[in-house]
T-cell receptor, first 113, second 111 residues
């Protein structure tokens, strides 16, 4: 099915461990982004990309890295996980300018202990 | 002040009632506007885009007032399946393209 695929769906990490959250889309969307959702905070933008080779920081980028080597993939890396990064992470993509709205992946529920 | 503000609720209404959600945004350069629906432990899904002329999709009507930077969503004849969190979302493309979310309004429709 066309859309945004996120893996894994669930993950438990120990403080200090690293991991990569995967995001892939097959809609040829130029724009891809990562959000985190915490209770009472709404969704907040971590990093985004307007095309292959181009990334930029969002509202809450600290502790996260991204890269965009292809149009389809936009992985999010946690280099040294902290309990404050316990959250639900969503990847979203759209055409340039957000035309037609944004499509979200099903989310990754991350717990850092 | 948050860029997008909406009443967090919760709203508890009986089936068949009419429900109205309001939202304000602070960035006048905001380009496009949406209502998303999010079910518990699921991803947000696009409910409808919002246009200045107002738009309707079945029981749902959305309005945008750019002058007062105000967005609304009206749900008529509410169904049990309308229970969800409704997110007011603003798309900004000046400088950097990004979606800015309100914190969401939780709606429960009671039988």
């Amino acid at each position: 099915n066309a859309g945004v695929t996120q893996t894994p769906k669930f993950q438990v990490l120990k403080t200090g461990q690293s991991m990569t959250l995967q995001c892939a889309q097959d809609m040829n969307h130029e724009y891809m982004s990562w959000y985190r959702q915490d209770p009472g905070m709404g969704l907040r933008l971590i990093h985004y990309s307007v095309g292959a080779g181009i990334t930029d920081q969002g509202e809450v980028p600290n502790g996260y890295n991204v890269s965009r080597s292809t149009t389809e993939d936009f992985p999010l890396r946690l280099l040294s996980a902290a309990p404050s990064q316990t959250s639900v992470y969503f990847c979203a993509s759209s055409l340039q300018g957000g035309k037609g709205g944004y499509t979200f992946g099903s989310g990754t529920r991350l717990t850092v202990v | 002040r948050k860029e997008v503000e909406q009443d967090p609720g919760p709203f508890n209404v009986p089936e068949g009632a009419t429900v109205a959600f309001n939202c304000t945004y602070s960035n006048s350069a905001s380009q496009s506007f949406f209502w998303y629906r999010q079910d518990c432990r699921k991803e947000p899904k696009l409910l409808m885009s919002v246009y200045s002329s107002g738009n309707e999709d079945g029981r749902f009507t959305a309005q945008l007032n750019r002058a007062s930077q105000y967005i609304s969503l009206l749900i008529r004849d509410s169904k049990l399946s309308d229970s969800a969190t409704y997110l007011c979302v603003v798309n900004q493309i000046q400088g950097a393209q990004k979606l800015v979310f309100g914190q969401g309004t939780r709606l429960t429709i009671n039988p």
